[in-house]
């Protein structure tokens, strides 16, 4: 069983930055596809990027803004978000599956966090 503990959301200006952790149990970790994606309120969950070793896939929307990252040896994914856009805030989640191939749809993932609030305003 793998659990996803996600953490760094906040309150941020348009323009302004935040990096979101996920924090993962389970040693299998190093071997699956992370993703993270994003709900906001009358929406539905959407893409925003995934990673397995060093591939990376972004949304259209976040590509040259958001950055996503892990460190295997802190069980740990991280996704960097830099100019922020008040239609950026979200619950962001964090997610994994087993398997190889790095996917974009919630239904391919088998793990989920508990969300972190991502609010963009002045």
């Known amino acids: 069983q793998v659990q996803l503990v996600e953490s760094g959301g906040g309150l941020v200006q348009p323009g302004g930055s935040l990096r979101l952790s996920c924090a993962a149990s389970g040693s299998i970790f190093s071997t699956y596809p992370m993703g993270w994606f994003r709900q906001a309120p009358g929406k539905e969950r959407e893409f925003v990027a995934a990673i397995r070793g060093s591939t990376t896939i972004y949304a259209n929307s976040v590509k040259d803004r958001f950055t996503i990252s892990r460190d295997n040896a802190k069980n740990t994914v991280y996704l960097q978000m830099n100019s922020l856009k008040p239609e950026d805030a979200a619950v962001y989640y964090c997610?994994?599956?087993?398997?190889?191939?790095?996917?974009?749809?919630?239904?391919?993932?088998?793990?989920w966090g508990q969300g972190t609030q991502v609010t963009v305003s002045s």
């Open positions: 997610s994994s599956r087993r398997g190889n191939r790095i996917a974009t749809t919630p239904n391919d993932y088998d793990y």
